[in-house]
């Protein structure tokens, strides 16, 4: 079966308006289809996948630098060259995949939110107590779960690589290029994956009595 970023399912339910949105039924089946279409395994596997094909990718960069650098015999130098732009070819492609997987999970948890919040915020249904506890319950499906602690892995790779970095400023060396890539790959992969969660957790949350309460007080 073939892989598409947004399943054909779930486009007339992208970017609703309000009042589509708190319709209780249309909303119910949205989640269903979007929850299913953002939340499923293929986009996390090609997630991994490309984000594990631009760091490899990226070590073109110091093979690209070492060919043009040092006392090395042509063979050498020529084959470390045809390597390193190998390596930035996968890199490209993965960067691709990375963009194309952030942007178009952008536009589904989006909709997804605005979908969750829709009835709430119509009046059509009203927050519990018990929605309290349903919002906490939403991080810890697998889906969720594992982007949240992907995202997390990739912040400690972001840093690990910004200190790798700066070891390699106090003594330049062909790697030094690949470390920053390191460091944006990780931190930009990061940031996305936590800016999802937290969008379709606020989602959830108009379902929360608690959460509008405080967040009602304190706008007064």
């Known amino acids: 079966?073939?892989?598409?970023?947004?399943?054909?399912?779930?486009?007339?339910?992208?970017?609703?308006?309000?009042?589509?949105?708190?319709?209780?039924?249309?909303?119910?089946?949205?989640?269903?289809?979007?929850?299913?279409?953002?939340?499923?395994?293929?986009?996390?596997?090609?997630?991994?996948?490309?984000?594990v094909g631009s760091v490899v990718g990226a070590s073109g960069s110091s093979a690209v630098i070492d060919a043009f650098s040092g006392?090395?015999?042509?063979v050498v130098s020529a084959f470390a060259g045809v390597t390193g732009l190998a390596l930035l070819a996968v890199l490209g492609l993965s960067l691709w995949m990375l963009i194309a997987?952030?942007?178009?999970?952008?536009?589904?948890?989006?909709?997804?939110?605005?979908?969750?919040?829709?009835?709430?915020?119509?009046?059509?249904?009203a927050p519990s107590w018990a929605g309290w506890l349903?919002?906490?319950?939403?991080?810890?499906?697998?889906?969720?779960f594992v982007r949240?602690?992907?995202?997390?892995?990739?912040?400690?790779?972001?840093a690990y690589a910004t200190y790798a970095f700066f070891e390699t400023v106090a003594a330049p060396s062909a790697n030094l290029v690949m470390y920053g890539l390191w460091a944006i790959i990780g931190f930009v992969s990061s940031v996305v994956l936590?800016?999802?969660?937290?969008?379709?957790?606020?989602g959830r949350a108009e379902a929360d009595r608690v959460w509008r309460t405080v967040r009602d007080t304190a706008l007064r």
Request: aromatic share 10%; with cysteine; proline share 5%.
């Open 1 to 51: 079966m073939a892989f598409h970023l947004i399943r054909a399912e779930s486009r007339p339910y992208l970017s609703p308006d309000p009042e589509a949105a708190g319709e209780r039924s249309r909303a119910q089946r949205a989640v269903e289809v979007l929850g299913a279409d953002y939340l499923r395994w293929s986009r996390i596997g090609f997630g991994l996948l490309a984000f």
């Open 148 to 158: 949240i602690a992907a995202a997390s892995c990739a912040a400690l790779f972001g």
């Open 101 to 125: 997987l952030g942007l178009s999970g952008r536009r589904l948890v989006r909709s997804l939110a605005a979908w969750l919040a829709g009835p709430y915020r119509s009046g059509r249904l």
């Open 71 to 74: 006392d090395r015999s042509p």
């Open 134 to 144: 349903h919002t906490r319950l939403l991080m810890f499906r697998p889906g969720a």
């Open 194 to 202: 936590f800016s999802g969660s937290i969008r379709l957790i606020s």
